[in-house]
T-cell receptor, first 113, second 113 residues
Framework: KAGVTQTPRYLIKTRGQQVTLSCSPISGHRSVSWYQQTPGQGLQFLFEYFSETQRNKGNFPGRFSGRQFSNSRSEMNVSTLELGDSALYLC????????????FGPGTRLLVL | GQQVMQIPQYQHVQEGEDFTTYCNSSTTLSNIQWYKQRPGGHPVFLIQLVKSGEVKKQKRLTFQFGEAKKNSSLHITATQTTDVGTYFCAGPGGGTSYGKLTFGQGTILTVHP
């Protein structure tokens, strides 16, 4: 099976702009979670989607949002970008929702200037 | 909320030496997962421990779940340069983190040849 894919892999934006990241889960996986990874804060959970519904949300401002489509593909959006949003954004899929093993994609590295 | 703490934050070893990283939770965990992230890569699932006192081995890696299910350890025997990376533990969150995995800060392992 193909692994989790994320696009784009690298992105440079300026403050105030918005960005949309895309994630395609492993075939048959219905849960998609998003994480932000930074050197200072480590891996932080953003949100989880299952069957097009957000099941859980981490402690991030409302500028961070996401959605899941009927084919389980997911997108996350960050509006009004701040310098501190520079990070590696990782998508992970699993067959079921909740505390399942996370299969991570390669990530999107976002740099905000 | 529930926290998952890992120590040490960094570990430098000579090739052939052993390495251990410890994971501690403020609450009892139903299970714990371990992941490895190579430099420039993404986290990859290693193992899940479920039972109190459980010990699992993968070649030179030994994983242990504490009797009280509040701590875990990963021990690598005779490290090799291929072991370089960051090792994360992850456990089910409690409180506001209920229903999602909470990752430790990770231990960065450097192996000198």
């Amino acid at each position: 099976k193909a692994g989790v894919t994320q696009t784009p892999r690298y992105l440079i934006k300026t403050r105030g702009q918005q960005v949309t990241l895309s994630c395609s889960p492993i075939s048959g996986h219905r849960s998609v979670s998003w994480y932000q990874q930074t050197p200072g804060q480590g891996l932080q959970f953003l949100f989880e989607y299952f069957s097009e519904t957000q099941r859980n949300k981490g402690n991030f401002p409302g500028r961070f949002s996401g959605r899941q489509f009927s084919n389980s593909r997911s997108e996350m959006n960050v509006s009004t970008l701040e310098l501190g949003d520079s990070a590696l954004y990782l998508c992970a899929s699993s067959p079921r929702a909740g505390l399942e093993t996370q299969y991570f994609g390669p990530g999107t590295r976002l740099l905000v200037l | 909320g529930q926290q998952v703490m890992q120590i040490p934050q960094y570990q430098h070893v000579q090739e052939g030496e052993d390495f251990t990283t410890y994971c501690n939770s403020s609450t009892t965990l139903s299970n714990i997962q371990w992941y490895k992230q190579r430099p420039g890569g993404h986290p990859v699932f290693l193992i899940q421990l479920v039972k109190s006192g459980e010990v699992k081995k993968q070649k030179r890696l030994t994983f242990q779940f504490g009797e009280a299910k509040k701590n875990s350890s990963l021990h690598i025997t005779a490290t090799q340069t291929t072991d370089v990376g960051t090792y994360f533990c992850a456990g089910p969150g409690g409180g506001t983190s209920y229903g999602k995995l909470t990752f430790g800060q990770g231990t960065i392992l450097t192996v000198h040849p």
